[in-house]
């Protein structure tokens, strides 16, 4: 296994083309509801892998692009940036500036979640006894018995969990039916289970690492969603239409609540029952919840799965890398222009740091360090006196 600049920009095409389809895909409602929320997540999963993972396999047959291509990535590669007297690549400049500015975001990421939780640990003595109770009871019903706590935050308005080592569970200073605090406990403690906190969290370090690509934060964008999707259908799962009328009437009941201004949007790891800055999407949430709808079986999930893992595999097998031709000035031998293929040609590196190319008839050619190092970056081999 090896990495090259290559198989980083296949990586970025690949993942970036991965992540528009789905995101097309996961725009038509026939997709989600017949796939299921599930099947989207791993399709998720399997464009993240592709994101982070750029090697390349010794199965990996370079594709060589002549023509502009080339051109323009020999003289990006020969570009230097005047620093302090002597010249850095562009490419040493750009990652630079990459890992810069990479640093800064995940620092200000965890900066602002330190703020938060500062500003939201005062309200950890604020107990509701009515909310424990309830969660209490959403405990018991679960199958997998994770201990979570409950408070009332007066500078918040709507209720949100947050935590992966110690879980919180923040209700605004409103009063709720002991139906709606079920509601609300029940959405809250299946995103604990869920581990949607730990998956948010993820996300939002692979946009600080990954922070030039647009695509990151609309996939970012979309797993937000798909996370509530998967909650409500995990949640409802076992309710009567009732309850999940009930459920909704929640929803909307918590969209209408009194605005806190000074208390600003949650914490960017929350997960919460309902988000102000997202009501265009509570429209699917409703419909995936009240309207029943055929999902294929566990067999065509499946091949959509495996189609999708075939697609990345077959990413690795190929690299679309530049191809370089000689310059015909460094091969004149009279009036006519000499042309090689790079199987018949060999570096020669002279004693005092020169370089020549030798022809297999045992003609020599001179040339400069540039062209020396485009031949040998190209694979052609090189030879010392």
């Given at each position: 296994m090896s990495f090259s600049l290559f198989s980083f920009l296949m990586s970025v095409l690949f993942s970036t083309t991965f992540i528009l389809a789905i995101h097309a895909?996961?725009?038509?409602?026939?997709?989600?509801?017949?796939?299921?929320?599930?099947?989207?997540?791993?399709?998720?999963?399997?464009?993240?892998?592709?994101?982070?993972f750029v090697i390349e396999l010794p199965i990996t047959v370079p594709v060589e692009l002549r023509g502009t291509f080339s051109h323009t990535y020999a003289r990006i590669r020969q570009y230097q940036v005047p620093v302090?007297?002597?010249?850095?690549?562009?490419?040493?400049?750009?990652?630079f500036i990459?890992?810069?500015?990479?640093?800064?975001?995940?620092?200000r990421l965890i900066w602002r979640e330190h703020i938060s939780r500062k500003q939201l640990s005062p309200c950890h003595k604020n107990r509701s006894y009515a909310a424990e109770r309830v969660l209490a009871k959403v405990r018991k019903k679960a199958e997998d018995k994770i201990f979570v706590s409950v408070c009332v935050c007066p500078?918040?308005?709507t209720p949100f969990g947050m935590g992966i080592i110690q879980r919180w569970i923040y209700l605004p200073d409103e009063e709720?039916?002991?139906e709606e605090l079920y509601y609300i406990?029940?959405?809250?403690?299946?995103?604990?289970?869920?581990r949607d906190g730990i998956v948010k969290l993820l996300t939002l370090i692979l946009c600080c690492v990954f922070w030039w690509n647009p695509a990151v934060y609309l996939l970012k964008k979309d797993v937000e969603q798909i996370l509530e999707i998967k909650c409500d259908v995990n949640a409802t799962e076992d309710f009567s239409k009732k309850q999940r009328l009930e459920y909704l009437l929640t929803i909307v009941r918590t969209l209408k609540g009194n605005p806190q201004p000074e208390g600003g949007n949650p914490p960017l790891t929350a997960t919460g029952l309902v988000s102000?800055?997202?009501?265009?999407?509570?429209?699917?949430?409703?419909?995936?919840?009240?309207?029943?709808?055929?999902?294929?079986?566990?067999?065509?999930q499946a091949a959509f799965v495996g189609l999708a893992v075939l697609v990345v595999v077959l990413s690795y097998t190929f690299v679309l890398q530049s191809a370089f031709d000689p310059p015909s000035e460094e091969i004149l031998s009279d009036d006519s222009t000499v042309r090689w293929d790079a199987e018949d040609i060999l570096i020669i590196q002279h004693h005092d740091m020169t370089y020549s190319i030798m022809l297999t008839n045992g003609e020599m050619h001179p040339i400069d360090d540039v062209t020396a190092n485009i031949y040998i970056g190209a694979g052609t081999k090189i030879r010392k006196e």
């Open positions: 895909l996961r725009n038509r409602p026939f997709f989600l509801k017949s796939f299921g929320v599930h099947t989207l997540l791993i399709i998720y999963g399997l464009c993240l892998f592709r994101m982070v302090g007297g002597s010249g850095v690549a562009i490419i040493d400049v750009l990652i990459w890992i810069v500015v990479a640093v800064a975001l995940f620092v500078d918040i308005d709720y039916t002991r406990m029940k959405h809250e403690y299946t995103h604990f289970c869920n102000r800055t997202e009501h265009d999407d509570i429209k699917e949430r409703f419909e995936l919840i009240t309207k029943a709808t055929k999902r294929f079986g566990m067999r065509y």
